[in-house]
């Protein structure tokens, strides 16, 4: 492949990380570029997984990257290890060439006008005529070089919705999520006779849909040639209706049943869908019966999901059913350097500390906070600080009203010691040594070992990204203290009495 080509690709990477930020990814660099044949510009992921992401995520962002590198109408074309590129380039020509014609001839013709109208062209008419949810088995796949649309093969039945990045090797293993973690590693390797259903629930945002489309990944990685069906509830409930009225069971039953992996994300929705619980049994018990594996996700465990048929509950209870919790600070702090790493962001711990004591709700609000720091960063054109990360998470972390009877957050203790002491925020959490700014410091760290529950850890990871020992070193040093010197004793006790009446 020329130089030139790969320059194009380089310049074209640099335009999205620089424009389109959110959608960048680490793995970019991997791409191979196919050259420009006829105003397409060819692009190759190395593997199937990463051109769908690509095309779902990346198309529009592609698009205007080479437009604006080349300074001409280029489209880009995304293939997978697999797909023929001058094939593919040649039949997408073909085929638009075919629908101009056909437009034409519509246009022009009386007697045929309404038949053409209505009959589509033939490569989106293969891709119309293929139910939803009609196995690979079931039918002919059309070849993918005669797709004339990157975005057409979203809607195939093969173009199944798992993230490249949701692999085991991204996923940030914790205290909250150990043991559905081990299971999933298990189930991923003995498919079948591991654990038969698993049933992973936990609340929204905790890491249930990583681990299940990490199981799909390996499994597939692993077992090339497997049938699996990964897909959500509604997605379930809505091809068994479209197949009960175009009066199709008998192939959404072979889509269902004939199958080797079973993946079904929030199972709670099947809740007050008595016909679809009915299909859903039998369908679990065909599976079940031959070792096939089912995975199953839910914001509830399966005896707490409301309206579901207790038939459908003891199934569930068949296997192993585990529990995701909410993350810990320091699971947090690793999730957010491991998805910065992911988009190529340089996350200094102290920012990820930041972020993590503010956010400790659900992992989604940590990845929307890396998103809009990303975003931020690459318009001001400033690499990611403290400062900046304040600035761009505003609204996070405004200093939340104390809960009745919980005591001051650290937020409250920094406040109040800034203003105790007439010193700025920037510098009690800097790093200047003065006696001026490190005593004040010390205070800060004495009061919210005293006041809170939060660890070492926590504590010096909100002061600036210090060290636990140097919290411990705090500590010690102003319970020393307080009992030869009567001026910190008062300060101490002053600042304890306003943070009490919070």
């Not at 791409?31 to 198309?59: C, K």
Request: aromatic fraction near 6%.
């Amino acid at each position: 492949m020329p130089d030139h080509d790969y320059q194009v690709l380089d310049d074209v990477l640099a335009h999205i990380r620089a424009e389109h930020p959110a959608v960048a990814r680490r793995w970019f660099d991997e791409l191979e570029p196919l050259g420009i044949v006829s105003g397409t510009f060819g692009v190759r992921a190395h593997s199937d997984l990463h051109r769908d992401y690509l095309r779902r995520n990346g198309l529009d962002a592609f698009n205007d990257a080479v437009r604006s590198v080349t300074g001409q109408l280029i489209a880009v074309r995304l293939l997978g290890p697999d797909d023929e590129w001058a094939l593919a380039t040649k039949n997408a020509q073909s085929t638009t060439k075919s629908a101009e014609q056909s437009a034409d001839r519509s246009a022009t013709s009386k007697s045929g006008s309404a038949e053409h109208a209505s009959k589509p062209h033939a490569d989106i008419e293969v891709l119309a005529n293929t139910s939803s949810f009609a196995s690979s088995a079931s039918k002919p796949k059309p070849k993918r070089s005669h797709v004339s649309s990157e975005r057409a093969w979203l809607d195939h039945n093969d173009a199944l919705p798992i993230n490249p990045d949701y692999g085991f090797e991204q996923f940030v293993i914790g205290e909250n999520n150990q043991i559905p973690h081990a299971a999933a590693i298990a189930v991923s390797e003995n498919p079948g006779h591991a654990y038969n259903p698993l049933f992973i629930h936990g609340g929204v945002g905790l890491g249930k849909t990583h681990l299940l489309q990490a199981i799909c990944l390996r499994i597939k990685h692993q077992h090339p040639g497997i049938v699996m069906r990964y897909l959500s509830c509604d997605g379930f409930m809505t091809q068994y209706v479209n197949a009960v009225q175009s009066a199709r069971m008998v192939e959404f039953r072979h889509a269902f049943r004939d199958i080797d992996l079973l993946v079904i994300d929030d199972i709670h929705f099947l809740a007050k869908r008595d016909r679809t619980q009915e299909e859903f049994f039998h369908t679990f018990n065909a599976l079940y019966q031959t070792n096939k594996q089912i995975i199953i996700s839910s914001d509830s465990p399966p005896e707490d999901i409301p309206n579901l048929e207790d038939r459908l509950t003891s199934r569930f209870l068949w296997g192993l059913v585990v529990q995701i919790e909410k993350p810990g600070f320091e699971t947090r702090v690793e999730i957010l350097k491991r998805k910065a790493h992911d988009r190529g962001l340089e996350l200094p711990e102290n920012v990820a500390c930041e972020i993590a004591q503010h956010i400790d709700t659900n992992i989604r609000e940590l990845e929307g906070a890396i998103t809009k720091l990303q975003i931020v960063a690459s318009i001001e054109k400033r690499p990611i600080d403290l400062e900046l990360t304040r600035k761009a998470l505003g609204a996070e972390f405004a200093c939340p009203a104390p809960v009745a009877g919980q005591g001051p957050t650290i937020e409250h203790i920094i406040s109040e010691v800034s203003t105790f002491f007439h010193i700025k925020r920037p510098d009690l959490l800097g790093k200047r040594r003065h006696k001026s700014v490190a005593h004040p410091r010390q205070v800060g760290m004495y009061l919210t070992r005293q006041l809170t529950k939060h660890s070492l850890e926590e504590i010096g990871a909100h002061f600036g990204g210090r060290d636990h020992t140097t919290v411990m070193h705090a500590v010690r040093s102003i319970s020393k203290k307080c009992k030869d010197d009567a001026e910190l004793l008062g300060q101490i006790r002053t600042l304890e009495s306003r943070l009490k009446l919070l």
